[in-house]
Nanobody, 128 residues
Framework: QVQLVESGGGLVQAGGSLRLSCTAS????????MGWFRQTPGKEREFVAG????????KYGDSVKDRFTSNRDNLKNMVYLQMNSLRPEDTDVYYC?????????????????????WGQGTQVTVAS
């Protein structure tokens, strides 16, 4: 089992940047594919970014491609989401998720149903 804690959210003007962090504790961090999702109350959690256990493979949601980047530091048990050129429609609660896969392959999980572990979320608000 792994515990996740997000940080780095806040209020930013449109066009600005934020960097979210997710700290993992518990079982071996490299056993997990990591992902970032966001959610508006009443809506399904939306895939934002995913990163393989090595950090080599990444995937991004269509709405954030070319603006957001995810990377991980397996020595520090952390995964990051760098968000640039933020827009008001990026306003949401952002969640870090972990999908236990081991070292079978260098794949990325994009479905919310693949992730068994979640952090508590961090609010990102982009003002126009």
């Amino acid at each position: 089992q792994v515990q996740l804690v997000e940080s780095g959210g806040g209020l930013v003007q449109a066009g600005g940047s934020l960097r979210l962090s997710c700290t993992a504790s518990g079982r071996a961090f490299t056993s997990y594919v990591m992902g970032w999702f966001r959610q508006t109350p009443g809506k399904e959690r939306e895939f934002v970014a995913g990163i393989s256990w090595t950090g080599i493979s990444t995937k991004y949601g269509d709405s954030v491609k070319d603006r957001f980047t995810s990377n991980r530091d397996n020595l520090k048990n952390m995964v990051y989401l760098q968000m640039n050129s933020l827009r008001p429609e990026d306003t949401d609660v952002y969640y870090c998720g972990a999908h236990e896969l081991g070292h079978v392959s260098d794949c990325v999980a994009t479905s919310v149903y693949e992730y068994a572990y979640w952090g508590q979320g961090t609010q990102v608000t982009v003002a126009s």
